[in-house]
């Protein structure tokens, strides 16, 4: 079982028990527009996401990782590695913290350096990419702390609540020493 322990988080794999808690994330309305979801998902659906969960990255192309403030303790937020492409070494980031007051204390920080070093040390990854809202500052933030660097803007790209807004690609290339 895959588990990334930092200074105080750790990354986990999926378990059978972390079926409450990814069915209040994925229908929780407020977070569907950093998701691009557009429908709920029933308890059905996602028990059959966690049965599948074991598959390799190299199989599911994509890599959800359940962040815990301890290894015992339920998850509080999801990190993921999307969109993996082996030929080319690189794949989408994209990370959620539940609850407002588990965010900008350095939980999110702490769970994508992890994820970094995993990404490129483990898997070889040459690049990440992020795609991410340009009025999500927080996001924003986090991100080019860890040197990915914007590589366009994609105008008008999501329509939130009847308003077009723009999205911004980030990207950030391994340079091994």
Known sequence: MLTLKG???YLRALEPNDLEFLYAVENNEAIWEVSNTQTPYSRFLIKQYL????QDIYEAKQLRLAICKDKNFPAIGL?????????NNRAGV???IQNQEDRS????????GLLIQYAF???NLHQLYANIATENQPSLSLFTTFGFEKIGTKKQWNLVDGKYKD?????L?????
């Open 94 to 96: 994209g990370i959620m």
């Open 105 to 112: 204390i350095g939980i999110g920080k702490e769970a994508l």
């Open 167 to 171: 999205e911004a690609m980030f990207q």
């Open 51 to 54: 049965k599948n969960a074991h």
């Open 79 to 87: 990190i993921d590695l999307f969109d993996f492409d082996p030929k």
């Open 173 to 177: 290339i391994n340079h091994p020493l």
């Open 7 to 9: 200074d105080s988080i």
């Open 121 to 123: 040390r483990k898997l």
